[in-house]
């Protein structure tokens, strides 16, 4: 059940433009109905953010998966108008299993240690150290809420390749393409239509899906607010719906 975690977390590019904003999410799959839900909460200033999101499964899932849940949590400063990620954290924990991931960016000399501790019935069963091969000023939060600010929508059937911290299961790059005209209708068809919204779709490389890559569809309101998304063809799930409500 950790898939639905992925979407979850990957639909997080939701809140942009104010000092305090909050956007809650359903997740929906087929005959299962509601099977998770996300919390956001986005602080910033001037100089500074904080972005806490809360992920937990419902239901069927929440059975399945030993109750899981998600916390990640993405601090760091205002750089021309974007949130530049300082410490990018992912706690998650399920049944009697927790685990705690902490990365570390050093933005002067280029440099992303991510530090890994995980515990099973109270006692530590786990830990690491290491510096990822690539660095970022993004991490997976604040590469989606800045997203509406690091692309051109006036331009249609665009490929942007960014790299993220805490994506390294892909090298930390992240795969958006813009759609033209003509292709509107899946897209209309699979996450709705709204004059106030744009589309984009997000490319996913991970042994999750029936093909060798995944796609999350995203409908994003002018705002920057995402509203509806949708991940396909994961492996025993189909197509996974994500909802503003």
Do not use: C
Request: hydrophobic share 35%; net charge positive; no cysteine.
């Amino acid at each position: 059940m950790k898939n639905i975690f992925l979407v979850l977390t990957l639909l997080l590019g939701v809140i942009l433009n104010a000092e305090t904003i909050k956007a809650d999410y359903k997740v929906e799959f087929g005959i299962f109905g509601e099977i998770g839900i996300a919390n956001a909460i986005l602080t910033r200033d001037k100089n500074l953010y904080q972005i806490d999101v809360q992920l937990k499964a419902t239901g069927l899932a929440k059975t399945l998966s030993g109750g899981r849940t998600e916390h990640h949590i993405s601090k760091g400063h205002i750089e021309n108008g974007f949130m530049v990620s300082d410490m990018y954290q992912v706690i998650k924990s399920h049944g009697s299993k927790t685990s705690n991931k902490v990365y570390t960016i050093d933005h002067k000399n280029k440099i992303v240690t991510k530090k890994y501790k995980s515990w099973k019935d109270g006692k530590v069963d786990g830990e690491s150290s290491e510096k990822l091969k690539f660095y970022s000023k993004d991490d997976l939060l604040t590469l989606y809420f800045n997203l509406n600010k690091k692309i051109d929508r006036t331009k249609e059937d665009k490929h942007y390749t960014f790299l993220a911290v805490g994506a390294e299961k892909q090298d930390g790059k992240a795969e958006i393409y813009i759609p033209k005209k003509s292709d509107y209708s899946e897209y209309e068809e699979m996450v709705g239509k709204n004059n106030n919204s744009w589309y984009a779709r997000a490319i996913i490389h991970q042994n999750i899906f029936s093909s060798d890559k995944g796609e999350l569809m995203l409908r994003i309101g002018n705002d920057g607010i995402t509203q509806k998304a949708v991940l396909k063809d994961l492996i025993f799930f189909g197509d996974i719906r994500a909802e503003r409500i």
